[in-house]
């Protein structure tokens, strides 16, 4: 009888095992799971900028932001000529800039204009019937006007309401306002004087051109990073789905668990009304609890509440990490009438779940019933990242980013891996549809990507690291991943690549300093931001770089303690200020 849950397990397992076999045999013709009586097409394979986020117009015209822009345009209008589904037509267009970073990610149509941003600016251009690309000079509508060689959530989603404002999130430069950021231990600034110009929404006119911040007003408070942001035509409000804060375990090793930091904080679903505020940095919102904590750096422990009590919780919670990228609320008719009014969500995936599997990686949906939640989140398309379980950010094939509606109520999804692009439809008969259609999808929920982690089956490192090897995992594999791979356009990887293989001195002042700026290797550039590691002994730094420059295919020589020991020393000596590596591919 002792066997017994074993034997349990075992099938509990096999059963899903050949789920998933039979799943994966099964696919749409877009190569995507969907529920019942849904199909999905390829609007086009690949473009090669990639894309971000999507509009499409009355005539079938879809637009789409270019995630690495060129001077041959930062978007690009397709058009089914044919009613195939696929793209015939093609070209790009947009500002002159060729944008420094990759967070450009704004894609609208309002009153006959098509809105876009890059990193910094809000751009409009005038939208002509018949004519594929918009024609007229390129205005600009908003600037970000501050600082940002320490900046990390730049992106600049919009979103629009019935009373002729635009709304723009300026995001907060640090995990939660402290300084040096993302260094273990280091308590925030209380009060955190980020919130005067970052970590809001403002709202400004979207008619005026040429506005800086100072000329919008802040519409609300307390929200750290948002990509995914629309307006609601049901109540009239703003929502938004957050990106929470990183780093749980990598800061604060005594009090969160590996899988606490991969499930933490909750990506916040929220409704956003004039003057709310959301806690952050003081607070984030744990799911699993479903309710508002104090933060590690400002004394919390994962159960405190206190000051965060005083802040407006989220309408509903989803597990951390998975990357809310875009948000829409569908009023087409072509699908079932269950999902009029409800709420589509892009999780473009965590690159930072280590040691468990990567997650995310779909599409979700919530029901919705007068302006609220009427149901838990739905698995509405998935097969993105083909392979499960997602070991590695860049294991995934394909990772949805953009999501808009055509004039017959087609959902369009994309992708920002390759820049492929899908067509939803539902073929079967609306009035038909019944919830056991969703079961396959249900099950889905079951799969790594999605499932919260088993604390010690689903845990992908070896038993008993040491030295350089258990220095990277803790440290370093959240970004640079586990594998050294890195993830596309913010961390780069450990391989093929000088910064790693070449000048020790230069590398050790990395770990000592911390870098950031634009970072090309090979073809591909990254922006992410690498935090300084002085508080490592100089042991420990020669341990993980020793095991970085002698992993993941590389073959160069150690570091010795004795080479960090004395490039600290010169550091103290100089008695300047640490200031990070500055790099930049111009």
């Known amino acids: 009888m002792k066997s017994l849950p074993g034997v349990k397990n ?13 799943c994966k045999n099964a696919p749409t013709d877009g190569g995507l799971y969907l529920p019942e009586s849904f199909s999905s097409a390829v609007v086009i394979d ?12 009355d005539d079938n015209i879809i637009y789409a932001k270019l995630r690495n822009a060129t001077q041959k345009g930062v978007a690009v209008a397709l058009k089914d000529a044919d009613g195939d589904s696929r793209a015939d037509d093609i070209k790009r267009f947009g500002a002159s800039e060729v944008e420094k970073w990759s967070y450009a990610t704004a894609m609208r149509i309002y009153n006959g204009y098509i809105y876009y941003s890059s990193d910094l600016v809000v751009y409009r251009q005038k939208l002509r019937p018949g004519s594929l690309i918009p024609e007229g000079e390129v205005e600009v509508v908003v600037v970000d006007d501050h600082e940002h060689g320490k900046h990390e959530h730049i992106g600049k989603p919009i979103a629009f309401d019935d009373e002729g404002h635009i709304f723009v999130p300026f995001g907060a430069p640090s995990n939660a306002c402290q300084d040096p950021k993302r260094t273990p231990g280091v308590p925030g600034m209380d009060p955190c004087p980020q919130l005067e110009h970052h970590g809001g929404v403002w709202r400004f006119d979207a008619d005026k051109l040429n506005q800086t911040q100072k000329d919008g007003y802040k519409y609300a408070s307390g929200i750290r990073s948002l990509v995914a942001m629309n307006w609601n035509p049901v109540d009239g409000e703003l929502y938004a789905v957050v990106h929470g804060r990183d780093d749980l375990l990598r800061l604060w090793p005594d009090r969160y668990t590996p899988r606490q930091s991969a499930l933490l904080p909750s990506e916040e679903f929220i409704r956003i009304t004039e003057g709310s505020n959301f806690g952050w940095p003081y607070c984030y919102y744990d799911q699993i609890k479903g309710k508002k904590v104090l933060a590690p750096e400002y004394g919390g422990d994962g ?33 079932p009438e269950r999902y009029r009014n409800g709420a589509f969500i892009a999780f473009h995936g965590s690159t930072n779940r280590a040691p468990y599997p990567q997650s995310g990686y779909f599409v979700g949906f919530v029901p919705f019933k007068d302006g609220e939640p009427s149901g838990e989140y739905e698995v509405f398309a998935d ?17 949805p980013m953009g999501l808009a509606v055509g004039p017959e109520g ?16 539902y073929d079967g008969d609306r009035s038909e549809f019944k919830e056991e259609q969703l079961l396959a999808m249900e099950d889905r929920k079951q799969l790594s990507h999605i499932r919260s982690p088993d604390e010690v089956k689903d845990n992908l490192l070896p038993e008993n690291l040491v030295g350089g090897a258990k220095i990277y995992q803790q440290y370093c594999s959240t970004c640079h991943q586990m594998n050294g791979m890195g993830a596309s356009g913010r961390f780069p990887p450990l391989i093929n690549t000088d910064w790693v293989t070449g000048d020790k001195d230069r590398l050790i002042r990395v770990m000592l300093q911390g870098m950031e700026g634009s970072l090309k290797i090979e073809d591909e550039v990254y922006n992410g931001v690498m935090p300084q590691h002085s508080f490592l002994k100089d042991e420990e730094i020669a341990q993980v770089l020793t095991f970085i420059r002698s992993s993941f295919g590389n ?7 004795t080479e960090v020991g004395q490039l600290r020393k010169v550091q103290n000596e100089s008695g300047l200020p640490v200031e990070p590596i500055k790099v930049t591919t111009d």
């Open 303 to 335: 159960e405190i509440v206190g000051r965060c009590a005083d802040f407006e919780d989220p309408i509903m919670g989803f597990p951390g990490h998975w990357a809310p990228n875009d948000l829409l609320f569908y009023q087409g008719d072509q699908f």
């Open 555 to 561: 073959e160069a020589s150690e570091i010795s303690e």
């Open 410 to 425: 087609e959902l369009y999804i994309s992708d920002s891996v390759k820049g492929k692009i899908w067509k939803i439809t």
């Open 10 to 22: 075992f099938l509990k397992y096999y059963l899903l095992a050949i789920l998933f076999v039979q």
């Open 383 to 399: 097969g993105f990242a083909v392979v499960d379980p997602i070991e590695s950010v860049k294991d995934a094939h394909y990772r």
């Open 46 to 57: 690949s473009i090669e900028e990639t894309v971000r986020h999507m509009a499409v117009t």
